[in-house]
Nanobody
């Protein structure tokens, strides 16, 4: 059975950092595009970063480029999102998603950026 489990969210002050993790089970990383999405209250869910099936060619939305870094560790089957210089507008529930022959979402992890 396929599972994506996010962790690493929490409360952080503006300018701070967090690293989110997405533990993947039940699928091969090379068969899926892996991405991080987020949904703020009252907003739609949006893609913020993704990795190609090979794990190369990262893609970033403009509003996170230079601050966030997506990566993966094939040995542990974990996808990471390193978030630096966090801003209050980054407050949202962050979701991991695998896209391939099917789409699989994790349950999400809350990130709150506030003083």
């Amino acid at each position: 059975q396929v599972h994506l489990v996010e962790s690493g969210g929490g409360l952080v002050q503006p300018g701070g950092s967090l690293r989110l993790s997405c533990a993947v089970s039940g699928l091969e990383l090379n068969d899926y595009i892996l991405g991080w999405h987020r949904q703020a209250p009252g907003s739609y869910r949006e893609l913020i970063a993704s990795l190609s099936k090979s794990g190369k060619s990262p893609y970033y939305r403009d509003f996170v480029r230079g601050r966030f870094t997506i990566s993966r560790d094939d040995a542990s089957k974990t996808v990471y999102l390193q978030m630096n210089n966090l801003k209050p507008e980054d407050t949202a529930v962050y979701y991991c998603k695998a896209t391939g022959s099917s789409e699989i979402w994790g349950q999400g992890t809350q990130v709150t950026v506030a003083a």
